[in-house]
């Protein structure tokens, strides 16, 4: 009787182990492939920002400050910049200094500004906010 007990005793005690071995593996499991997803995102984001052309980007203004400082869009296509200013009461625009100066009046936030423009030439190009010469950043034609 006392012998029975103790292994059906046992037998509940290695279930519950294993249970939970289970369970911590498969949360283990889980935020490692999270983790890894998002590296592998993140990474592939920023270089994609960075190094690849792109006829289309979101620059956002928060805390007078420009989210990206550059951006790289490919040389003769019409690029859509879209100008997020989350700052309530303070105005912001995107002012790119290459042939033709295009550029977004100043407006206070928080509002959403469209800006299309189109560089011929190769090289870098600043930009800035007009209104906060702290808010620069670098456009690069290739
Ligand atoms: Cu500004």
New binding site residues.
């Given amino acids: 009787m006392i012998e029975e007990a103790d292994s059906t005793w046992s037998g509940e005690a290695a279930f519950g182990v294993s249970r939970r071995a289970a369970i911590r593996f498969g949360g283990g499991a889980f935020a490692a492939l999270v983790l890894a997803a998002c590296g592998d995102d993140a990474s592939a984001g920023q270089d994609s920002e960075r190094d690849q052309p792109v006829t289309e980007f979101t620059i956002v ?1 928060e805390d ?1 400050k420009w989210d990206i400082d550059r951006i790289t869009v490919p040389v003769g296509e019409r690029v859509v910049a879209t100008i997020e200013n989350r700052d309530g009461g303070i ?2 625009n995107l002012h790119i200094r290459s042939p033709g100066d295009p550029r977004t009046e100043l407006e206070n936030g928080v509002v959403t500004q469209t800006l299309n423009f189109t560089i011929a030439e190769p090289g870098e190009y600043g930009f800035v ?1 007009d ?2 010469p702290n ?1 620069t950043g670098t456009v690069v034609a290739v």
Wanted: glycine residues 0%.
């Fill in positions: 203004a007078v105005p912001h906010c209104a906060h808010m």
